[in-house]
């Protein structure tokens, strides 16, 4: 049986950082943090032990959080707008900027969930590639080839666009 006491602080700030990589609001974050361990502790007798705890309460995050995306999703279904800018200038180079980045993310949303896990983990959530094998249970040459691959994919991407 496992000593949520113990798990807790040993995992507590690794789910936090993975779930700020996922949603990138510190608020929510730290939210879906303390539900992610209520869950554990309310199913800690169903923890098996055929992964490592950091896997299983990163899965647990990661659930909680796709929850947290549907109930926003009902909630608003207005889409968002720009905000009003002055300068027609700087208005101009704002709409490049977000076509831009609106690029690159559907690149990365055309990856596999997996490599798409792994890249928003190393980019956006400063995890070493050690942390993410551990995350996946695998090792930090296969976070690194996996890392690698997915940038690939978007470079060329690029490339294609760019002819």
Same mark, same amino acid.
């Given at each position: 049986?496992?000593?949520?006491?113990?798990?807790? $602080?040993?995992?507590?700030?690794?789910?936090?950082?993975?779930?700020? =990589?996922?949603?990138?609001?510190?608020?929510?974050?730290?939210?879906?943090? $303390?539900?992610?361990?209520?869950?554990?502790?309310?199913?800690?007798?169903?923890?098996?032990?055929?992964?490592?705890?950091? =896997?299983?309460?990163?899965?647990?995050?990661?659930?909680?959080?796709?929850?947290?995306?549907?109930?926003?999703?009902?909630? =608003?279904?207005?889409?968002? $707008?720009?905000?009003?800018?002055?300068?027609?200038?700087?208005?101009?180079?704002?709409?490049?900027?977000?076509?831009?980045?609106?690029?690159?993310?559907?690149?990365?949303?055309?990856?596999?969930?997996?490599?798409?896990?792994?890249?928003?983990?190393?980019?956006?959530?400063?995890?070493?590639?050690?942390?993410?094998?551990?995350?996946?249970?695998?090792?930090?040459?296969?976070?690194?080839? =996996?890392?690698?691959?997915?940038?690939?994919?978007?470079?060329?991407?690029?490339?294609?666009?760019?002819?």
């Amino acid at each position: 049986m496992l000593d949520m006491d113990v798990v807790y $602080q040993r995992h507590a700030e690794m789910v936090f950082r993975f779930l700020m =990589t996922l949603c990138r609001d510190e608020d929510t974050a730290e939210e879906l943090t $303390q539900e992610t361990f209520y869950q554990a502790v309310r199913s800690s007798k169903k923890y098996d032990g055929s992964c490592k705890v950091s =896997t299983w309460l990163c899965q647990i995050a990661k659930h909680l959080w796709f929850r947290e995306l549907d109930r926003r999703r009902k909630k =608003t279904s207005l889409p968002l $707008q720009e905000e009003m800018v002055s300068q027609n200038s700087a208005l101009e180079e704002r709409v490049c900027i977000q076509e831009e980045k609106m690029e690159v993310f559907r690149r990365v949303h055309i990856l596999d969930e997996t490599s798409k896990e792994v890249l928003l983990l190393r980019i956006t959530g400063s995890f070493s590639f050690r942390e993410i094998g551990e995350i996946f249970g695998k090792n930090e040459n296969w976070a690194r080839v =996996t890392f690698y691959r997915a940038k690939q994919k978007i470079a060329k991407g690029e490339k294609k666009n760019e002819m």
